[in-house]
């Protein structure tokens, strides 16, 4: 069967939180990193493309989702998605709202829908405003975010200055109403001239009634939830197969623990692992800026590999910042990318083929490193984070991707365990 949905993603984490959500249904998901070079081979029934786009300038953001349309097309999809962060991450620029309109405009779509939505993880709208837990948008954390900080909890607002359409909304009250009132509010608006509609979701159930009333639309655009639903309502009409046989690919061998995210939840993770006894080094910019990786590399190839030993850089908030202070914010970040990346290919060179990863800009380091293009998609360890398969340097391995603040405290055990 050839490929049915092709979905884009502006970051790497951002798609195997979406390709773990889909992979729920049965139905095969592979994930490739970046637009492939050569014609899609292989191509599974939901093919998602991760692209690094989410800050880029909005020209450059724009050509590379177009390019993997393209691909997607050519693989045979038929229904697209355009993924984004939970917390509508943007500018006044961009890029959400003009890669929508790239994609409507290659599509000849005319209408499509936004719903970052993703109540499981504390993300909801109720009347085109976002919350994250309790918090609007504009009060949580994400105010303060370096590179999109959220100043306004208005997705009607937030999307407007970043399209040349009209910005309509469906509230909450008409999803509650059912997917034959959604799509009777849509058609009313598509009447009026909008082209772009944010819709209102609060829980599992609402993100069902605009799956099922949007199943149709050449584009949706959204968080990885909204998209959800959509698999089982093709696969009932056959439009998608769910996978036969036993399941996954087993990939055993020794697993190794690698964390660059600084999150909240991710320095709760790594103290739940220290505090087990795993054996661990820290790595430290402002020690990697002077003596580079080799400390590090040292340690991990004195270790016994069956210990699953961890490396993190992963610190507070105060010594993250004291190393930028000194290194500057790209330079710390890089030093510590390149050092886990070259810890990750060692690793893999003594015999590990289970990583666990943790960070988005880490996870995307790291895989580059291992050379992994694809990832086939596994069971799912914590809401958004699934184990992935790859090859790597010849070898079958699997991996796991984890953004910031996903997964529980016992984030690196619950890995080891689901694939035990
Ligand atoms: P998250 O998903 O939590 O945002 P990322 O990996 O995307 O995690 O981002 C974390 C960034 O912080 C990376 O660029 C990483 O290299 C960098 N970093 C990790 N540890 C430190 C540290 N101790 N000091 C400064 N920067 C760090």
Redesign the pocket.
């Given at each position: 069967m050839a490929t049915y949905f092709g979905a884009i993603a502006d970051d790497l984490?951002g798609a195997t939180d979406l390709a773990g959500l889909l992979a729920r249904s049965g139905v095969p998901v592979s994930l490739r990193m970046g637009v492939p070079d050569g014609p899609p081979v292989d191509a599974a029934a939901i093919e998602i493309i991760a692209l690094k786009c989410r800050t880029e300038p909005v020209a450059d953001a724009v050509a590379e989702t177009c390019a993997a349309l393209a691909w997607l097309r050519r693989a045979g999809a038929q229904r697209f998605f355009w993924k984004y962060c939970s917390t509508f991450d943007s500018t006044q620029q961009g890029n959400i709202g003009p890669v929508a309109e790239a994609l409507m405009a290659d599509l000849g779509a005319y209408q499509t829908i936004y719903c970052p939505a993703f109540p499981e993880n504390g993300r909801s709208i109720f009347m085109g405003n976002l919350f994250v837990g309790e918090q609007p948008l504009a009060e949580s954390p994400m105010k303060d975010h370096p590179l999109t900080p959220m100043r306004d909890s208005n997705l009607m607002r937030l999307l407007a200055p970043q399209v040349t359409g009209a910005v309509g909304l469906a509230n909450r009250l008409v999803v509650a109403k059912g997917a034959a009132a959604l799509a009777a509010r849509l058609a009313e608006l598509r009447a009026q001239g909008i082209a772009h509609v944010l819709v209102d979701a609060v829980s599992n159930d609402d993100l069902s009634v605009i799956a099922a009333a949007c199943q149709d639309m050449a584009l949706m655009t959204g968080g990885s939830a909204v998209a959800m639903p959509l698999p089982a309502l093709w696969a009932a009409q056959g439009l998608v197969a769910r996978r036969q046989g036993a399941g996954f690919a087993r990939v055993d061998g020794p697993a190794v623990l690698l964390s660059?995210?600084?999150?909240a939840m991710?320095n709760r993770q790594v103290a739940a692992a220290l505090a087990a006894g795993r054996p661990a080094f820290r790595?430290?910019?402002l020690e990697l800026a002077e003596r580079g990786a080799r400390p590090a590399l040292d340690w991990l190839a004195a270790q016994d590999m069956a210990a699953t030993p961890l490396l993190y850089?992963?610190?507070e908030p105060v010594?993250?910042r004291a190393?930028?202070d000194r290194l500057g914010?790209d330079c710390?970040?890089?030093?510590?990318?390149d050092a886990?990346a070259a810890c990750a290919v060692l690793a893999r060179d003594q015999g590990a083929r289970r990583f666990v990863v943790?960070?988005?800009?880490?996870?995307g380091a790291v895989a580059k490193a291992l050379g992994i293009k694809r990832l086939d998609i596994g069971p799912e360890i914590a809401a958004g984070v699934p184990w992935c398969f790859a090859q790597s340097g010849g070898q079958d391995v699997a991996i796991t991707l984890k953004?910031?603040?996903f997964g529980a405290e016992t984030f690196f055990a619950d890995a080891l365990e689901r694939l035990a």
């Open positions: 984490t660059g995210s600084c999150s991710t790595l430290d910019p850089a992963t610190a010594a993250v190393a930028q914010k710390a970040g890089k030093l510590v990318e886990l943790a960070g988005g800009e880490t996870s953004s910031g603040n």
